[in-house]
């Protein structure tokens, strides 16, 4: 597989970087339209969101979004060498797979990130940028799938 361009990554990243929250909250936004089914999966001390915007606004919905953002903020970090994260992210996959998220709603939150991104850069978003964030995203994925069993 062919290495994402490490510049174009952390370049367009910096943007992002600086209100993860604000952007975390886009990728979200978008997931659960394109893909309403994941909202059930959200549950927390046995309550479940009647809406995403419920979901959206809930402390413990943000501090996920902040996890999911870290989780990126790492990827990019080591976009040289993301075998050292390969423990951690197949890891990640059995975290997922144990609450029900499916392995094919990976490529809904990977078009939910292309969006945020474009949505942030615009202009900027060329498409160089986007066929290399498709590139590192698909990357972690591969990564994440070693933690599932028999999808």
């Known amino acids: 597989m062919e290495r994402p361009e490490p510049e174009l990554i952390r370049q367009s990243w ?17 997931l659960f339209a394109l893909e309403p089914d994941l909202l059930p999966l959200f549950k927390y001390e046995g309550c479940q969101f009647s809406s995403p915007e419920d979901c959206l606004s ?7 979004i902040r996890k999911v953002m870290l989780v990126i903020d790492a990827a990019v970090t ?4 993301l075998s050292s994260l390969e423990e ?9 797979q144990a609450v029900g998220v499916k392995l094919s ?23 160089a940028t986007r066929a290399a964030w498709s590139q590192l995203y698909g990357a ?10 028999g999808e």
């Open 88 to 96: 951690y992210l197949a890891g990640l996959g059995k975290k997922h």
């Open 105 to 127: 709603s990976f490529s809904t939150v990977g078009e939910s990130l292309l969006y945020m991104l474009e949505r942030c850069l615009g202009p900027a978003f060329t498409p």
């Open 58 to 64: 809930s402390p413990e919905f943000l501090d996920h």
């Open 140 to 149: 972690v994925v591969q990564a994440m799938s070693r933690g599932w069993d």
């Open 78 to 81: 080591n976009v040289e060498d």
């Open 14 to 30: 910096r943007a992002v970087s600086r209100s993860p929250l604000e952007h975390g909250t886009v990728l979200f936004a978008r």
